[in-house]
């Protein structure tokens, strides 16, 4: 591949529609989120409706905390009409697939350059407890 293929495909950002499902709905979860924030609205009660209990939307809010507390720089989160995944967003989705899997060493290879162990588990254990949340019949 030339370099400046390879430099276009490392720049490219991903479609939210070709993200893996679980991972396109954090994505979206989270725009949700950080816009009902801005307003000062409560988001829980939407994504209580979202996925049926509250107890996922508990969890994906300590999901969001424990990212906005540990993460090195702000994570970048694109707008609700954004079709396009920011990498921070791409990132997540790709975390949420490795936690949904208990696929702790690709999970630690995604996220070992920017983030330490104990910051890498905090957020591994919030994301596990939202999948799990998710789950029927597994919490």
């Known amino acids: 591949m030339q370099s400046s293929a390879l430099i276009r495909r490392l720049a490219e950002q991903l479609m939210i529609r070709d993200l893996p499902e679980e991972g396109a709905q954090a994505v979206l979860a989270l725009r949700y989120y950080i816009v009902c924030r801005r307003c ?30 540990l993460w090195p720089d702000p994570f970048a989160v694109a707008p609700p009409c954004c079709p396009r995944a920011s990498f921070d967003e791409a990132l997540l989705a790709a975390m949420v697939g490795a936690a949904s899997r208990r696929d702790r060493p690709q999970y630690d290879w995604l996220t070992a350059e920017m983030l330490g162990h104990d910051s890498r ?19």
């Open 121 to 139: 588990e905090m957020i591994f254990v919030a994301l596990v407890d939202f999948i799990r949340a998710r789950a029927p019949g597994t919490v």
């Open 40 to 69: 000062e609205h409560d988001p829980l009660p939407e994504l209580e409706r979202r996925w049926g209990t509250i107890l996922p939307a508990r969890c994906f809010r300590r999901v969001v905390e424990a990212i906005g507390h």
